[in-house]
């Protein structure tokens, strides 16, 4: 179903609760890049002697690369050609990686991916920032980044993972998929585990087999399973295009409340009302206060709920 209007923003309603997909994708993609950035973390402390002799690790790890460099005063390593760290389950890959301790930075560069058994995460440049005790505080991923998980994935030009602050931003070409059919596409993700808060910017589309809607921008409530459509707000459902000035979605009952001149156009003509409730579980459109109704073909709509 192709978009209309000159809004900036995309959601689809169904039985699947599509808004509520953005905020279990970034949080499993906080997770996925806490778990895998730890590799890294633990390859700092071993290579940089930040690990005492007497802290046998639990596993073994290995760093392999074409060659391996250390400077004089131990503050950085340089491993350079098919670098590969593995621990464990766990192993990242990339074509270089630099570690310095006085910065309390690892950066994977080139064809950079980590993996383990929460999922994957790769870019062409990954870097982690460390405390003093090499926790990792902040991941970020540039160029083709993504995150993966078997249910979910978010890929952007780049995000940046503050683990401390529970706060996830992807920027450029985002897209999130959640099985079985969720798409999430859009410019700007902001999400905020604290508060389960996000929002999308930027001519975001969401959409699955239920349909879609098109707004400035989308607000989603998680603890709520609500969203907000900021209007200019455009829906495509059951063969209609519908304009109104806000939308919003609670998931729980699969029920969307378009406000503020609302207008349906369909085959059959248009209609205007002060609201219009879209009941998905029951494929059923109900106009509520002013409504008037212009007519220019009667015949029968095979899409019509």
Do not use: C, W
């Not at 209007?5 to 997770?31: E, K, M, Q, S, W």
């Not at 870019?123 to 505080?137: F, K």
Request: hydrophobic share 45%; glycine share 10%; net charge negative.
């Amino acid at each position: 179903m192709p978009g209309a209007g000159g809004g900036d923003a995309v959601i689809a309603v169904g039985r699947r609760a599509p808004l509520a997909t953005v905020g279990v994708v970034t949080a499993a993609a906080l997770g996925v890049f806490g778990a895998l950035a730890a590799l890294a973390a633990l390859a700092t402390s071993v290579a940089l002697g930040a690990v005492a002799s007497g802290s046998p690790l639990a596993r073994p790890l290995n760093l392999t690369a074409d060659t391996v460099t250390v400077d004089n005063t131990g503050a950085t390593l340089v491993a350079a050609g098919h670098v590969v760290l593995d621990y464990g389950a766990q192993r990242a890959t990339a074509d270089a990686l630099r570690l310095n301790r006085a910065a309390q930075t690892a950066e994977l560069s080139g064809h950079v991916a980590i993996t383990g058994p929460q999922g994957k995460a790769t870019g062409d440049t990954v870097t982690l920032t460390l405390t003093s005790n090499n926790e990792i505080t902040r991941v970020v991923a540039t160029g083709n980044a993504g995150v993966e998980t078997p249910q979910y994935a978010l890929a952007a030009d780049s995000i940046t993972a503050d683990r401390q602050a529970q706060h996830l931003v992807a920027d450029g070409h985002v897209t999130a998929f959640s099985a079985p059919d969720m798409l999430i596409t859009g410019e700007h993700l902001v999400y905020d585990q604290r508060i389960r808060h996000g929002i999308i910017t930027g001519r975001p589309v969401i959409e699955n087999k239920a349909g879609r809607m098109q707004g400035d921008s989308i607000e989603l409530f998680q603890s709520d399973n609500r969203a907000v459509i900021h209007g200019p707000v455009v829906a495509e459902v059951y063969g209609a295009t519908i304009t109104s000035a806000l939308a919003t979605v609670n998931f729980k009952t699969s029920v969307a409340v378009l406000t503020g001149h609302v207008v349906i156009t369909r085959r059959q003509g248009t209609l205007q009302a002060d609201q219009v409730t879209i009941q998905y579980d029951v494929r059923r459109m109900v106009a509520v206060g002013t409504t008037h109704a212009h007519f220019t073909d009667l015949g029968d709509d095979p899409t019509n709920p």
